[in-house]
């Protein structure tokens, strides 16, 4: 007997989403277990301060009691960014900006930043079509908002909050949205 396989809910286009600057670093992410486990991983695997990635395990592990404390159990996921990695930011260090804006904003741990919100609305065809060209157009004129003043930013990441998927619009490679209304 062949086992049944229902076809997955479909998630409604005309639910909220989150605009966020797409920061150019390493995808980085901290879990934190109900056992006390501390695991801290790349976007393909765990890494360690000897088998480390741009030293985002280091410098995790070096912050692991405010982390631990500040997160709390989970696992988080965030861009670890700035100088030495990718487009540097015009950074003199390197910081770990968490990708979940609607869970982490003043309460976050000191060590971390939030990625930055460009916009936050309904998706459908007139309010994110506007707020993403508004992001888009934002970041060509004015910047990083991550990193004030660095002016090559790399570009969007917009979360479907019912559907939970990521899509991202970068400046120089998605250059369709450019002068259109």
């Known amino acids: 007997m062949i086992e049944f396989e229902p076809f997955a809910k479909i998630a409604r286009l005309t639910r ?10 390493t995808n980085a992410s901290i879990f934190i277990g109900e056992d006390g486990s501390f695991l801290v991983g790349s ?3 765990w890494i360690t301060p ?25 696992h988080h996921f965030g861009e670890w960014w700035g100088q030495g990695v990718q ?12 990708f979940n804006t609607s869970k982490w904003g ?8 939030v990625v930055p919100v460009l916009y936050n609305g309904v998706f459908d065809e ?6 993403i060209k ?6 060509t004129e004015q910047g990083s908002a991550a990193a004030p003043g660095f002016m090559k930013p790399e570009g969007i990441v917009i ?10 619009k970068t400046l120089d490679k998605d250059e369709e949205w450019k002068g259109k209304s």
């Open 16 to 25: 909220e989403c989150t605009v966020t600057e797409k920061i150019d670093g």
């Open 43 to 45: 976007r393909t695997r």
């Open 50 to 74: 000897e088998d480390d990635n741009y030293g985002f395990a280091k410098w995790a592990h070096a912050n692991r009691e405010e982390l631990v404390n500040g997160l709390g159990i989970g």
């Open 87 to 98: 487009r540097n930011y015009s950074q003199t260090s390197k910081r770990f900006s968490l």
């Open 106 to 113: 003043e309460s976050r741990p000191s060590c971390c930043d």
């Open 126 to 131: 007139f309010g994110v079509c506007k707020g």
């Open 134 to 139: 508004a992001a888009l157009k934002q970041l």
């Open 159 to 168: 979360f479907h909050h019912a559907a939970h998927l990521y899509f991202k």
